[in-house]
Structures are given as structure tokens and as C-alpha cells.
DNA sequence: ACGTCGATTAGCT
DNA sequence: GCTAATCGACGTG
């Protein structure tokens, strides 16, 4: 069983949509199910949807509905949405008025046999091949599948502030020799010259991320001898 | 390693 | 009617 750390606080969440999507990385967000399962993993990947200008923004242009709401509601709060007709993916609204960050990966620290067992039941083809740890929670839909974010959960979770008792975050002051890659963000089909803005934030040689972008890593790493 | 494709549903992104 | 901030399966190299 690992320690708890301390619950982040809205104002530790105070912070306009880019350097909140920084600050994620490296907590720990937490997750209490029936029979006290608690779930845990780190945040290695998030991307940010900044509104108004932002064409991928579900909130582009001051575009608010009913479904994009929780990107106005105060710092910490949680938007869920479906995806593709069968997915979902969990979002935490920042300091800025219809922005949000995206958690698009996680690695997995506690409750992995809890999470391999909502993964291979999502999963329709009797496949016995099993699924390795680091790769539970490496998108941000199978985060959400990983950590049982579903259909019938989603009303318990989307709008509600992270100091609900099912789902919040922690610290981890240990956890903090990082080094951090910005990428242009996945699977954008639209906002054009905003797909090569750097939005996305993840974790270097984490197993995890979804997505690396050697492009980025390499440029990284030309900028460490500066 | 990488590209293509079909699945599936709510909101109008 | 059409689209979508994805995933897993399958094909190719």
C-alpha cells in the first residue's frame, strides 16, 4: 500500500490552462471505488483546450452548452464527454473561463489488477494476450476505462469539483527529477496552424505516454547544451 | 514500426 | 445528417 500524500486544493489548481497542464505532471490522481478499491496513477501526459481562438476547443469562439459548461465552472472541476460514439475522456477546467486540460495518460501505481480487469472486459475479442502494466492507462480514453469513468459513472463525476469522494488528486513531493517534452497535440482533424502549437506536455522516457514525438524529444535534447 | 479501417452514440464541437 | 480531443484489429514491411 503506498502513502498518501496530500490532496491538492482548488488553489493549488489556480493557474491559467498551460501551467496547470505543466503542474499536473507528476501527481497523482486517485480513485475510490465500492469496497474501498482504491485506484492510483501518476499523470504523465496532458494537453491543453484553451477556448476562443482554440478551433479544437469544444469551447472555440465562447461557444457554451450545456455539454461544454464545466470549461466555465471554477478551477478543479471535472469534464467528461464522450468521444467517438463509445469513449470518453476526463478533463479538469482551469483558471481562464472555457479552457481545460485533458489527462491523456497516467502510469499506473496502484490497483493495476483492478484496471487490467475493466481494460480486457472493455476489449470485445477474447484476446489472452495480457496487458502490460505501463500501457493500462497510456490514452486518455483507456484512462478512463482503466479507472471505471463510464457511462454510468459520468454524471457522478462530470461537474463535480476534484474534492468529491470518489475521485481527487494528490502531491507526490518526491516525484519531482523530471524532464518534460511540449508537443503539438493528437489526433486533431481541425484548427490547423493551432495543430502545431506546443499544447501538449508529457514526461520524457515514461513508458506510459501514448504518443512520443521524436521530433520534439530530439529538438529537446539539442536545447539541453545550450 | 506504421498505416488504414470499422465500431458506435450524443450533440451539433 | 454529420461529426468526433479514440481504440484495437489487421495488414504490410
Known sequence: MSINYRRLLKEDLDKPCQDLALYLLGKVLVRKLDHNTILKGRIVETECYLGGEDKASHSFNGRRTEANE?????????????????????????????????????????????????????????????????????????????????????????????????????????????????????GINRAEEWNTKPLRFYILNNESVSKRNKTAERQFEENQFD
Open 70 to 186: 464545466p470549461m466555465y465552472m471554477p478551477i478543479g472541476t471535472c469534464y467528461v464527454y464522450m468521444t467517438y460514439g463509445m469513449y470518453y475522456c476526463f478533463n479538469i477546467s482551469s483558471k481562464e473561463p472555457g479552457a481545460a486540460v485533458l489527462l491523456r495518460a497516467l502510469e499506473p501505481l496502484e490497483g493495476m489488477e483492478v484496471m487490467e480487469k475493466f481494460r480486457v472486459q472493455k476489449t470485445k475479442s477474447n484476446n489472452t494476450k495480457s496487458l502490460k502494466i505501463a500501457k493500462l492507462c497510456d490514452g486518455p480514453s483507456k484512462l478512463c476505462i482503466a479507472f471505471d469513468i463510464k457511462k454510468e459513472n459520468v454524471n457522478k463525476i462530470n461537474l463535480t469539483d476534484l474534492k468529491n469522494d470518489s475521485l481527487w488528486l494528490e502531491d507526490d513531493p518526491f516525484y519531482d527529477d523530471f524532464k518534460v517534452i511540449h508537443s503539438a497535440r493528437i
